[in-house]
């Protein structure tokens, strides 16, 4: 049997996945950070993206996170986002919509909108469209 992990994806909302995992890819800030088991123990910020957990046995799940903070201590591995969800759950038509407004108010300067506010949603949104383009690829959409 393969050497495991626990992790835990926590929202501000609800706990989105709890279990083990053989392997965990997470968005970091400078990159993605890959985690296995015996991993040493680190901080770091996540950037929009999704996180890859490889379960025992092979299985992968996806998750997407609106960035936030990836904690890995000697057994367990915890990423605390404001927003989380299964990246099958995503609605590729809600993201769609919403990089397009964040796109026209960058475009319009005129409009008193939030620069940085407007660059935080076009990641978000770009990072939303990656997952369920990866999950397309694969299969599982």
């Not at 993605?32 to 040493?40: E, R, T, W, Y």
């Not at 609605?91 to 939030?114: P, S, W």
């Amino acid at each position: 049997m393969a050497m495991t992990i626990h992790i835990d994806i926590v929202s501000a909302e609800t706990e989105i996945f709890s279990g083990r995992a053989e392997m965990v890819v997470a968005p970091g800030i400078l990159g993605d950070v890959g985690i296995a088991p015996q991993h040493s123990q680190m901080i770091t910020r996540l950037r929009p993206g999704e996180v890859n957990v490889r379960l025992a046995g092979g299985e992968e799940e996806s998750f997407y996170v609106s960035g936030g903070i990836l904690e890995v201590q000697p057994h367990v591995i915890t990423v605390l986002s404001d927003t989380a969800a299964r990246a099958h759950d995503l609605d590729e038509a809600a993201a769609l919509k919403a990089k397009e407004k964040a796109e026209h108010a960058l475009q319009d300067r005129k409009a008193g909108y939030d620069y940085a506010k407007a660059q935080s949603e076009l990641a978000q949104a770009a990072a939303q469209l990656q997952a369920i383009k990866r999950l397309r690829k694969r299969g599982q959409r």
